[in-house]
């Protein structure tokens, strides 16, 4: 199995609170890992990945950050959320060649 | 750079009806992988179809199937017999094993079907 556990579904946080989404897999380990957003009515846009534990890439500098403390650990989060980081999050992980995407989580910054 | 372009925001089919979407890419890589994912209201992200690059006949899933053009780099999904279930985003996405399979999709196709 390639399950991502993905939580929360739904979110809402006022400016400037911050944040934490966690995103678990199971299967194989050493997984790749990635962050997604979509805006509403927008593609999706990579934020960041992870090739192994401690190791993240941003594809787009802005006021998310990423982690990963273990194998099958990935959290995204903001010291500060502005209104612009509302938006669709999905974590996914590649597998072959191929994806296995999370349920994804709803955020509202309101 | 590796970018997936999908001229299509909208499109629209009477069920049972057939349906193709568009999707073009751009690529200096000679092994890669093509995807459609549909997304519905629920926002989960499903593989519909996947096509190797190194193989020349077209990958078919039930109704769905595509028309790859490699020398085109064009990479379109046909819908046959559309369902009501078919109503959603469909993305088209690129991987390659080069790029550590960092998948690289396109902005979207949103498919509504007629009853």
């Known amino acids: 199995s390639q399950t991502i556990h993905q939580w929360p579904a739904t979110l809402v946080q006022p400016v400037g609170s911050p944040l934490s989404l966690e995103c678990t897999v199971e299967?194989?380990?050493?997984?790749?890992l990635y962050w997604y957003r979509q805006a509403a009515g927008r593609g999706l846009q990579l934020l960041f990945y992870s090739v192994g534990i401690g190791q993240i890439s941003s594809e787009v500098p802005q006021n998310l950050s990423a982690s990963r403390p273990q194998d099958r650990q990935f959290i995204l989060s903001s010291k500060k959320l502005l209104l612009s980081d509302s938006g669709f999050y999905l974590c996914?992980?590649?597998?072959?060649?191929?994806?296995?995407f999370g349920s994804g989580t709803r955020l509202t910054v309101v | 750079a590796q970018t997936v372009t999908q001229s299509q925001p909208e499109m629209s089919v009477q069920e049972a009806e057939t349906v193709t979407l568009s999707c073009t890419y751009d690529?200096?890589?000679?092994?890669?992988?093509l995807f459609w994912y549909k997304q519905p209201p629920s926002r989960q992200m499903i593989l519909v179809i996947r096509?190797?690059?190194?193989?020349?006949q077209n990958a078919t899933e039930n109704r769905f199937s595509v028309n790859f053009q490699k020398a085109a780099k064009s990479f379109s999904l046909k819908i046959s017999d559309s369902q009501l279930g078919d109503a959603a985003m469909y993305f088209c996405a690129y991987a390659s094993p080069n790029t550590g399979n960092q998948f690289y999709f396109g902005t979207g196709t949103s498919l509504t079907v007629i009853p």
């Open positions: 096509q190797e690059a190194y193989k020349q």
């Open positions: 690529t200096s890589e000679s092994d890669y992988y």
């Open positions: 299967g194989t380990s050493n997984p790749n």
């Open positions: 996914a992980r590649s597998y072959g060649p191929g994806y296995t």
